[in-house]
């Protein structure tokens, strides 16, 4: 029903048409100048207002299906080989994208490696500071230890001094008491 519909309006428009517009090209030309068509006459008009006038072509619909079945069996194969290679490219780009998005990813760690290694160098600078504190400290330490010692030693020299000192004295009070004249006893 449908198609019937559509050539009679074909067959209709067809009519109409070729009443009012100068027909469309469906045939060939021939497009090779005879030599009283190049030069022009008097009498005639230029060429460039020349239009060939030509009868429409009725081609049969059976015709026409053939030569799209055709056409079609033609170019299709093509077409779908076409397809698959775009197929493939479209996911070979994927792949590669995804490879370059992990490069890119790299190339960010390697930026953070090298902020790494100014990290590891500003370690190493502040391990060799601590280094050189403990020395200092494990040297203060043994300098103290040596000063408690002989702090010791020193305090315990001056207690030796005092007994000294105190014995000294004793011995003094006790020959100052035998020296003292004591009263006779009487008997």
Request: proline share 5%.
């Amino acid at each position: 029903m449908m198609t019937s519909n559509m050539e009679t309006e074909g067959r209709a428009d067809e009519g109409s048409s070729s009443q009012r517009d100068p027909p469309q090209n469906t045939g060939s030309y021939d497009f090779s100048l005879t030599p009283q068509d190049s030069l022009p006459t008097e009498d005639s008009q230029p060429a460039e207002k020349l239009v060939p006038v030509e009868e429409p072509i009725v081609v049969d619909r059976k015709a026409i299906e053939k030569l799209t079945e055709g056409l079609l069996s033609h170019y299709l194969p093509d077409l779908y080989s076409s397809k698959q290679a775009l197929l493939e490219l479209n996911q070979n780009q994927v792949i590669l994208l995804d490879t370059l998005d992990q490069e890119v990813t790299k190339f960010r760690e390697c930026n953070s490696l090298l902020d790494l290694n100014s990290l590891f160098t500003e370690a190493k600078f502040y391990h060799g500071k601590l280094v050189n504190i403990r020395k200092d400290m494990i040297m203060l330490h043994e300098k103290t230890t040596k000063l408690k010692k002989r702090a010791l030693k020193l305090q315990q020299q001056r207690q030796k001094e005092a007994m000294e000192k105190e014995q000294q004295r004793e011995k003094e009070l006790e020959r100052e008491r035998q020296l003292i004249a004591k009263p006779a006893k009487r008997t």
